[in-house]
């Protein structure tokens, strides 16, 4: 089984910040990673798909790299609607999300 | 557009059952193959269940294997979880998702006496 493991587990940044959120996999799964932003009550919504892929619709602030083992998510610029957990997800066998990284507001 | 709507979610007894929906439409479900996703209160999520298009591959994650089934039907855009033997860190929100990030609403499965 692949696992996830996902720094830091929180983070507290301000408006306009830039953040960084590190994933790292078990094993190579060349780039078959997806980033996700879930805000309570709601079920994920995609961000980025492939590693860097940044999906329809999403905000060009937020962008994803990496491929094997290690990568990493970024939000250029902290706003406030990005208060939310990340999680990333690898479906290179299977699904496992890693264990989620919680954005506050500073 | 594309939409999953789960269903079937409730509060059950340990050792109990409970058969969950998702019904799909909006995009040719046959074509696709499906997950089932758990996310237990406050935690992360948790890929609990996979069926191939056809039903032809199926897997499960360790922790409901022997419990869970999982199945479809192709004719009816529908997917299923039938869960049995409950226990109580089965209690979660299970979303159906399947493709580049369609989930649906979830539904809540609570497991307590």
């Known amino acids: 089984d692949i696992q996830m493991t996902q720094s830091p587990s929180s983070l507290s940044a301000s408006v306009g910040d830039r953040v960084t959120i590190s994933c790292q996999a078990s094993?190579?799964?060349?780039?078959?990673l997806n980033w996700y932003q879930q805000k309570p009550g709601k079920p994920p919504k995609l961000l980025i798909y492939?590693?860097?892929n940044l999906e329809t619709g999403v905000p060009s602030r937020f962008s994803g790299s990496g491929s094997g083992t290690d990568f990493t998510f970024t939000i250029s610029s902290l706003q406030p609607e990005d208060i939310a957990t990340y999680y990333c997800q690898q479906y290179d066998n299977l699904f496992t999300f890693g264990p989620g990284t919680k954005v506050d507001i500073k | 557009e594309v939409q999953l709507v789960e269903s079937g979610g409730g509060l059950v007894q340990p050792g109990g059952s409970l058969r969950l929906s998702c019904a799909a439409s909006?995009?040719?479900?046959?074509?696709?193959?499906i997950n089932w996703v758990r996310q237990a209160p406050g935690k992360g999520l948790e890929w609990v269940s996979y069926i191939s298009s056809s039903s032809s591959t199926i897997d499960y994650a360790d922790s409901v294997k022997g419990r869970f089934t999982i199945s479809r039907d192709n004719g009816k855009n529908s997917l299923y979880l039938q869960m049995n033997s409950l226990r109580a860190e089965d209690t979660a929100v299970y979303y159906c998702t399947f493709g580049r990030g369609h989930w649906g609403q979830g539904t809540l499965v609570t497991v307590s006496s």
């Open positions: 909006g995009f040719t479900f046959s074509s696709y193959s």
């Open positions: 094993q190579d799964i060349s780039n078959y």
């Open positions: 492939d590693a860097s």
